[in-house]
């Protein structure tokens, strides 16, 4: 039995791929803000990521997003975000939801994340992100996926690492269900210094053949 945060919904079949923090109980919130966060994915090699330059999050690697401005669906603004931080255009499609709470806000963050495996346009570095290409390392990849053995002659092998000592300290958990392309959703809750204090992943399962 799957034992499903509050604050989360999805469709569908559904496997925890990681939880923790059982000591403590889920933060309550007041309401909820909406935001997007997107990702350029290519030859299931390598992805873009951007290092936030001020506000939020400054000096950590990110997918290009922010918040859903009034007006606009989700995907609307996740297209609107990658445009204006990376300059670039990408058939996004919603991949996963996030759902973060901070105990020192009353708001909670509801993330709508989107996916693209193709882009256009020349990736452009903003005010707000320095984008650049990271490799994923063959233990964010299901092993057994078809995709990852293929060389598609882009060396993304030659480029550094996804920085995850560097990223969001929740991005670890969902990330492989991401490259893998499952369905993702989850929750995580932050006490003091952005310190993860609980949290819970979920995935569609895997398909068959797979190792995670
Ligand atoms: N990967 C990851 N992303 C997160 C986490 N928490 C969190 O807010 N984000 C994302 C969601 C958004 O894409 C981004 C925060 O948005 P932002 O502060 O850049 O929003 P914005 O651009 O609209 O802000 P602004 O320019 O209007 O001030 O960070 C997390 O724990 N992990």
């Known amino acids: 039995m799957v034992n499903i945060p509050p604050g989360i919904t999805h469709d569908g079949p559904m496997v925890e791929v990681a939880s923790g923090g059982v000591e403590h109980d889920w933060i309550k919130y007041e309401k909820v803000k909406e935001y997007t966060n997107a990702f350029v ?59 973060f709470v901070e105990n020192t806000m009353d708001a909670a963050f509801n993330i709508s994340v989107f996916c693209a495996y193709e882009y256009s346009g020349t990736i452009t570095e903003s005010d707000e992100m320095r984008p650049e290409w990271f490799s994923i390392p063959e233990d964010l990849l299901p092993r057994t996926n078809p995709l990852t053995t293929v060389d598609h002659g882009d060396n993304a092998a030659a480029l550094p690492p996804i920085p995850l000592s560097k990223m969001w300290a929740d991005d670890e958990f969902w990330m492989p269900a991401m490259f893998g392309r499952r369905h993702f959703v989850g929750r995580a809750d932050f006490g003091v210094d952005n310190k993860m204090i609980k949290w819970w992943f979920g995935a569609a399962p895997a398909a068959t053949g797979d190792s995670v």
């Open 41 to 99: 994915i290519l030859n299931d090699q390598k992805v873009l990521l951007g290092l936030k330059k001020r506000g939020f999050g400054v000096g950590l690697w990110n997918g290009f997003g922010g918040k859903v401005d009034p007006g606009e669906t989700p995907a609307q603004a996740a297209v609107r975000e990658l445009e204006e931080e990376a300059g670039i255009t990408a058939p996004l499609r919603q991949c996963g939801t996030l759902f």
